[in-house]
Nanobody
Framework: QVQLVESGGGSVQAGGSLRLSCAAS?????MGWFRQAPGKEREGVAR????????AYDASVKDRFTISLDNAKNTVYLQMNNLKPEDTALYYC??????????????????WGQGTQVTVSL
């Protein structure tokens, strides 16, 4: 039921920054980001609990990426700093209404944005 619209992808040099945005059409308890590179499985990047504001990150992006939420706009953001070539992927926003906010719950819910491409070059 929830519709997600993503924006903010692009091409940057290594060490650069991008900010992804994802606007949700309805209320959700949990929102997050996944990414999928060619030939690879979709992997969780970060998630945030709407009620508590508590974030969590995959180890591969910890201390480089920051997830945040604008409750008024019902929009989740992913600030990506110090980007590396291995961050290159199609990034998907995800949302779930479950009170248990985890990447596994987001994956199971199956509410995905359309995907936005992030390309990082040397």
């Amino acid at each position: 039921q929830v519709q997600l619209v993503e924006s903010g992808g692009g091409s940057v040099q290594a060490g650069g920054s991008l900010r992804l945005s994802c606007a949700a059409s309805g209320y959700v308890n949990c929102m997050g980001w996944f990414r999928q590179a060619p030939g690879k499985e979709r992997e969780g990047v970060a998630r945030i609990n709407r009620g508590s504001g508590a974030p969590a990150y995959d180890a591969s992006v910890k201390d480089r990426f920051t997830i945040s939420l604008d409750n008024a706009k019902n929009t989740v953001y992913l600030q990506m700093n110090n980007l590396k070539p291995e961050d290159t992927a199609l990034y998907y926003c995800a949302a779930a209404q479950s009170p248990f906010c985890a990447l596994s719950n987001l994956r199971r819910a199956g509410n995905w944005g359309q995907g936005t491409q992030v390309t990082v070059s040397l």
